[in-house]
């Protein structure tokens, strides 16, 4: 698994300083956002491992913050920032599905104590629903869904079980027997294989002519290509999520 990636939501340039210090020094990569707006915008797109986030932002309340994160991504911890030390302020924003409040100022050994706390729990409540996530393209396998950007994608049953194939070994290039031999025993037909995933990349690729998720390996198989975002993934090519979707 690669490195934990943190993103600090903060208006105070000298708190993304320190935060970003002494994270690296820990080994996680770090990215930031100075206002809520941007804040949403990078959850969506980097998919970060944790928030860190101050609840005084300048365009956005952190409470609003937070329960656009909730709503858009559940699984995702966030731990709070803040120099609000009373505790109707901890209780609502705990209420709110913040993970954990920490106040400014802080010790980082602890906040980071806290950090790996939020990430076990997430973890330990999400392992159930394993979620495939690269650029637009999602697909959990528990719930047998496929999504391109916001839109469900409807697969076949002998589609479902290539990607789903496809998705358990995701980055590893599977060799058109592997697959025929795994989904149809010695009875495959290459020629086969090549209709089912012309119609798999009709359905999930923005240009099905040039395929960024499967990609051809000429003469031996396919791949499914993983992006590399800010978040990492767990081995197989998998994260972790119990967003419904």
């Not at 210090?21 to 990569?29: A, E």
């Not at 030390?85 to 010790?107: C, I, N, Q």
Request: include cysteine; hydrophobic fraction near 40%.
């Amino acid at each position: 698994m690669s490195d934990p990636c943190v993103l600090i939501v903060d208006d105070e340039p000298a708190i993304r300083r320190l935060l970003r210090t002494t994270l690296g020094s820990q080994s996680w990569r770090t990215i930031e956002a100075a206002t809520g707006a941007a804040a949403l915008r990078m959850a969506t797109e980097e998919h970060p491992d944790i928030v860190l986030l101050d609840l005084g932002l300048p365009d956005l309340d952190g409470a609003e913050v937070l329960r656009r994160l909730r709503a858009d991504r559940p699984d995702l911890p966030v731990v709070i920032l803040s120099v609000r030390d009373d505790e109707r302020g901890k209780v609502a924003a705990l209420e709110a599905g913040a993970d954990d409040y920490v106040t400014k100022p802080f010790s980082m050994a602890e906040l980071i104590a806290r950090m790996r706390n939020a990430m076990r729990h997430a973890l330990q409540q999400q392992g159930t629903v394993p979620v495939f996530v690269s650029a637009d393209l999602r697909v959990n396998l528990v719930r047998r869904q496929v999504f391109r950007g916001e839109e469900e994608i409807r697969l076949s049953p002998r589609e479902w079980d290539i990607l789903r194939m496809l998705v358990q070994y995701a980055g590893r290039v599977l060799t058109h027997q592997t697959i025929m031999g795994q989904l149809w025993g010695s009875s495959g037909d290459v020629q086969q294989l090549r209709v089912y995933i012309r119609q798999i990349r009709q359905k999930i690729e923005n240009d099905p002519e040039r395929p960024r998720h499967i990609v051809t390996e000429t003469g031996v198989g396919y791949r499914l290509v993983q992006s590399q975002g800010c978040g990492s993934a767990q081995p197989g090519g998998w994260t972790v999520s119990t967003k419904n979707s």
